[in-house]
């Protein structure tokens, strides 16, 4: 049997729902948090050995290219873990309709907002 339904192979023009964007995004900073945590377990690990490795961990931390990486490490936490509750709210059975997503989507944006705005705040 030949399916007759269109295809659109351009996905540039696909419209995906504010919901979906943050599903993925929450994928996303998943696999970040995965690569960020074994580096920053790398960087305890050498910090461990002796006071002149932590001390030459502490110079490379203090650079901007590190304290760039740990920022978007712990943007990455925030917006995982914020998303991840709005996840869990979801098997729950709250927000599950069209209206609900949107609307429990434009929440987790505000919180992650809020929330690493105060996380800044705290470590500037």
Do not use: C
Not at 37 to 50: A, M, N, P, T
């Amino acid at each position: 049997m030949k399916d007759k339904r269109p295809v659109n192979l351009d996905i540039t023009t696909i419209k995906f729902p504010l919901a979906a964007i943050a599903s993925i995004l929450h994928r996303i900073s998943g696999i970040g948090l995965f690569f960020g945590v074994g580096i920053l377990l790398y960087f305890l690990q050498i910090s461990l050995r002796s006071e002149a490795e932590f001390e030459r961990v502490a110079v490379l931390l203090d650079g901007l290219l590190m304290t760039s990486l740990l920022g978007l490490i712990l943007l990455a936490m925030i917006y995982h873990l914020i998303a991840g509750i709005k996840h869990l709210l979801l098997d729950l059975g709250i927000g599950e309709s069209k209206q609900g997503a949107k609307r429990g989507t434009i929440i987790m944006w505000i919180m992650f907002v809020l929330v690493t705005g105060v996380a800044v705040g705290l470590l500037w």
